[in-house]
C-alpha cells in the first residue's frame, strides 16, 4: 500500500511545530514497526529536509554514513572522523533556510557516542537558527531518558509525540471493502500497528487469518516472538513468561512457579513490558482486592499470536485447516480482547478518572433466600465480576460507570442486563451506577424498550466503529 493512512493528529502537531518560532525540536517516541519513519516521512515529503537515519553499530560505520549522506546532499565528497565535524557542516548548510533535520534511532548514536547528546543540545541551541530538529528512536528508555532525565544534556529542549496503535477508524481505511464485523475482529486480533494492516488485499478477516498468521510461509506466523525479540533482552525469559500466561489475568507468583524464572528478574521484565504497552496490570476498583496485582497481555497481536501459538497442533496443515480446527477457540477467547478494546474505548470516550475492573463474590442462596452450604457448614459463595468500571467526571460530578460487554452472534437481550444487575447487587459498599452494555451484534427490542424507558446505555457496532457518538452519561 502506497498511500499514507491516518495519523491526522500526529501530522497536525507537527505542522504546528514546523509553523511555530518557538519550538525547536521534537523527539518522536515509539515501538518498533509502529510507523514513526512513515510518520517523519509522510511530515517530510514537501519541505526541505535533511535526514539520517543511523546504524546500529560502532562510531567508524556511523561517520562514515554521515560522510555519505552529506556528500549527497551538498554534491561534495565529506569524509568524518568526528561527530563534531559532520555538526559544523551540517550547520554551515541549514544556514539561512529553513530546514527539516531528522536524526532517526538517535539512540543508535548515543550508544557508540556519549557526547553526541551534548553535541545534539549545542547544535539546538547555537547552530539550528530557522530550521527545526526531529530525533526519533525505537529504543524508548533510551529516548525517554535522554529527553526527560534531568541530568541529561537535551532535558528541556525537545518536545516528546508519542506514537502509539493506530485507532480502529483510522484503520478501517486500509480495508475499506472488509465489513464492519469483520473490521472490529481484525483490529481486536492484530491491533492498530500500520504494518499488520499495509499487506496485500483480501475479503475476510478469515482470509487474513489464514494467510498471513496461519499458513507455513505467513510473513506474520512468528510474530509474537519476533516482537519480543525486537524489543527486549532476554528475549528467551520474556517468551516463555508470556507463554505462561494464558491471556486473562495472572500474577508474578504464577508466572515464577510456572516459569522458574528468577522474581527479580520476573519483575523487570514486567516493567518493561509495561512501558512497551505489551501487558496491563490490572486495576481494582470499587473494593476488589489489590494483592496480588495481576497482569494481562494487553497488546492485540501479541496475545492472539500466542494463542495460536499454544494451540497450534497442526504443524503441517495449510492456513484453512488450521482456522477450521482453532475457529472456536479463537471466537471464546475474543470476548477478553474485546473488553480491554471496549476499556480503550471509554477512556478515549469520556473524561476518565479511574477505570479498571471489579470482581468478588457472594453467597449461593436457595429459593427461600437462604444461605446454601457445603458439606463443611460452610457458605457456598460465587464469583462474580463487572467487565468494566469506571470512574468519570460529567461536569462537577462523578459518575460511576458499570460495564458489560458482549461479543456474539446474535442481539443480545435481557441475559446481559441481568448479569450487569447481579454483579452490582454483589458490591459491598453499595453506590449508584450507570448501566452499560456494549454489544457489536446490536440488542433485541425489547432491550431497547426497556434501556430507553430505565436509562440503560446502549453501545453498538456503529458507536464502537466511531460512524455515531457515544451516548451522553
Given at each position: ?45 514537501n519541505k526541505e529536509n535533511f535526514k539520517i537515519e543511523f ?372 458490591l459491598k459498599a453499595k453506590r449508584y451506577s450507570r448501566k ?8 433485541t427490542k425489547d432491550l431497547i424498550d426497556y434501556s430507553m ?21
Open positions: 500500500m502506497k498511500d499514507f493512512v491516518g495519523r491526522e493528529k500526529e501530522l497536525s502537531v507537527l505542522e504546528e511545530f514546523y509553523k511555530n518560532s518557538r519550538i525547536k525540536a521534537y523527539a518522536i517516541i515509539g515501538r518498533k514497526q509502529i510507523g514513526k519513519s512513515a510518520l517523519i516521512n509522510e511530515f517530510i515529503k546504524l546500529d553499530s560502532n562510531l567508524d560505520k556511523n561517520l562514515e554514513l554521515m560522510g555519505r549522506v552529506m556528500s549527497s546532499v551538498i554534491g561534495t565528497k565529506k569524509e568524518y572522523r568526528s561527530t563534531m565535524d559532520f555538526f559544523w557542516d551540517l550547520a554551515e548548510y541549514i544556514k539561512g533556510r529553513k530546514v527539516i533535520v531528522v536524526f532517526d534511532e538517535f539512540p543508535y548514536m548515543v550508544k557508540c557516542d556519549e557526547s553526541f547528546a551534548a553535541q545534539t543540545q549545542y547544535f539546538i541551541d547555537m547552530q539550528l537558527d530557522d530550521s527545526k530538529l526531529i530525533i526519533s528512536g525505537s529504543s524508548i528508555r533510551t529516548m525517554e531518558y535522554e529527553t526527560t532525565d534531568y541530568s541529561r544534556p537535551l532535558y528541556g529542549r525537545t518536545r516528546p509525540l508519542w506514537l502509539h496503535q493506530m485507532s480502529l477508524e483510522e484503520c478501517t481505511e486500509f480495508h475499506k471493502d472488509l465489513s464492519d464485523i469483520d473490521q472490529l475482529k481484525l483490529y481486536m486480533a492484530i491491533g492498530g500497528t500500520p504494518m499488520y494492516h499495509a499487506v496485500p488485499k483480501f475479503d475476510s478477516f478469515q482470509e487474513y487469518v489464514e494467510r498471513m498468521i496461519l499458513g507455513p510461509h505467513a510473513l506474520f506466523r512468528s510474530e509474537g516472538e519476533d516482537m519480543i525479540r525486537r524489543e527486549i533482552d532476554h528475549a528467551d525469559d520474556v517468551i516463555s513468561m508470556l507463554d505462561s500466561i494464558t491471556g486473562r489475568s495472572t500474577t508474578i507468583k504464577t508466572i515464577v512457579s510456572k516459569t522458574g524464572i528468577d522474581r527479580n528478574a520476573c519483575s523487570g521484565y514486567i516493567n518493561s513490558l509495561k512501558t512497551l504497552g505489551m501487558i496491563r496490570e490490572n486495576n481494582p476498583m470499587w473494593g476488589s482486592p489489590k494483592i496480588p496485582v495481576q497482569y494481562s497481555i494487553s497488546d492485540y497481536m501479541l496475545s492472539f499470536c500466542y494463542l495460536v501459538k499454544r494451540n497450534d497442533v497442526f504443524s503441517n496443515a495449510d492456513g484453512t485447516e488450521k482456522y477450521k480446527a482453532l475457529n472456536n477457540l479463537i471466537s471464546t477467547s475474543r470476548g477478553f480482547m474485546f473488553e480491554q478494546f471496549c476499556m480503550d474505548l471509554i477512556t478515549r470516550s469520556y473524561p476518565v478518572r479511574s477505570i479498571g475492573k471489579w470482581w468478588g463474590s457472594k453467597n449461593e442462596v436457595d429459593e427461600f433466600d437462604n444461605a446454601i452450604l457445603d458439606d463443611n457448614n460452610k457458605p457456598l459463595t460465587i464469583k462474580c465480576d463487572i467487565d468494566i468500571a469506571a470512574e468519570i467526571m460529567v461536569g462537577n460530578n462523578l459518575v460511576n460507570l458499570a460495564v458489560e460487554c458482549k461479543f456474539k452472534n446474535n442481539p443480545v437481550g435481557f441475559e446481559a442486563l441481568n448479569e450487569l444487575d447481579s454483579s452490582i447487587e454483589c452499560m452494555i456494549i454489544s457489536p451484534s446490536g440488542f424507558e430505565n436509562s440503560i446505555l446502549l453501545v453498538g457496532l456503529d458507536m464502537i466503529l466511531g460512524k455515531e457518538p457515544m451516548p451522553d452519561l
